[in-house]
């Protein structure tokens, strides 16, 4: 199955989400608010004081971003408030009495590499990601090319109902960004991180959107992959609520779900089985130069050891609930970048954009 709709907006903040949500109106109602993850957030912190802590610093900080969510949930045809929750999760703890299975399906994974170079068309910058995700959502994503008026254009991986940002992405300056999930366990009333996320798209340098993960007033946060045409670095940024720490990539390095930072050492997480087993398995691959004869995507689509794939499908038999929804491939030289996004290697260029 085919699962990425292109979608196209344009226009100030409303406008653009109210596009967005007109084009995703049918997936949300269909499968986004059937999701358990969400009907579980909504029935704990609907109308909580801390969701409005989170609001408050939403509204404070990127009024435009929330604009946009305001027009998305519109354009869907459901209240802010719901639309507001489903960009908090991961902001927002899951009660603790929640079945195994549903925090599982909740732990959605993503693996990325990095592999650097020396920003010719025949040797890019490479960073390439695996996008997991909730099986449901499988068939049901798009493909974002959003003009906004203010701030460069981008085109992201979109899930329905959520602001873009989070997941993989170019914008319009060149600057690629790729997300990794955390399960840090330091959460705090602040800026939601699907916002700090959307907020890189909106950056003209990479220096620009490590200012804004650098910023202390996060509710809790991810990890961030970054290059951009021109500029020579790679750069891998953990940033939980209670710090950052910024690392220019020069040997290929890979990054599944977890801290590895030293400066975390003592930072309290959840690291499951698969994002242990990724974390290996990428790096072994990448250590035994697989890359290099088969590119990134024999490294991405590996599933030659099951309790250890990076190619993720239900039913692995792993702790960690999902599967890889899509496979994206960004080459970052001096001049420019091009990209490829898969699903899997039987569909392959399901996007294919050449530099």
Request: some cysteine.
């Amino acid at each position: 199955m085919t699962q990425l709709q292109p979608l196209q907006a344009r226009g100030n903040a409303y406008d653009l989400g109210h596009q967005i949500g007109l084009a995703v109106h049918d997936r949300v109602h269909a499968v986004s608010i059937h999701n358990a993850e969400l009907k579980s957030l909504q029935a704990t912190w609907h109308g909580s004081g801390y969701l409005r802590q989170l609001e408050a610093a939403a509204r404070q900080f990127y009024p435009q971003f929330v604009r946009e969510m305001e027009g998305m949930a519109d354009g869907i045809g459901l209240p802010f408030q719901q639309i507001f929750i489903w960009n908090c999760r991961g902001d927002l703890r899951l009660p603790g009495d929640l079945p195994v299975g549903l925090k599982n399906a909740a732990a959605d994974g993503c693996t990325t590499l990095l592999i650097p170079g020396a920003m010719t068309p025949e040797d890019p910058h490479i960073i390439a990601h695996n996008e997991d995700g909730s099986d449901d959502l499988y068939g049901h994503c798009f493909w974002l090319s959003a003009t906004p008026d203010s701030g460069p254009s981008f085109e992201s991986y979109l899930y329905p109902g959520m602001i873009a940002g989070h997941t993989l992405a170019v914008n319009g300056a060149g600057l690629v960004q790729t997300i990794n999930n955390l399960r840090v366990h330091d959460l705090q009333p602040g800026i939601p991180r699907h916002l700090s996320a959307r907020a890189v798209l909106g950056c003209s340098s990479i220096d620009d959107a490590i200012e804004i993960l650098n910023r202390t007033d996060r509710a809790s946060g991810f990890h961030h992959n970054l290059g951009q045409a021109g500029d020579r670095r790679l750069i891998s940024v953990e940033a939980p609520a209670s710090g950052c720490a910024v690392r220019h990539i020069t040997t290929p390095s890979a990054h599944a779900n977890h801290l590895l930072d030293p400066q975390f050492a003592h930072t309290e997480q959840s690291i499951t089985a698969s994002s242990a087993a990724r974390q290996t398995r990428a790096s072994h691959l990448l250590a035994a130069a697989t890359h290099r004869d088969g590119g990134p995507e024999a490294v991405l689509f590996d599933r030659a050891e099951t309790d250890k794939t990076i190619h993720r499908r239900p039913g692995d038999g792993s702790d960690d609930y999902g599967r890889t929804l899509a496979t994206g491939v960004f080459k970052i030289t001096a001049d420019g970048v091009s990209w490829a996004i898969h699903d899997g290697p039987q569909q392959l260029n399901l996007i294919n954009q050449p530099g």
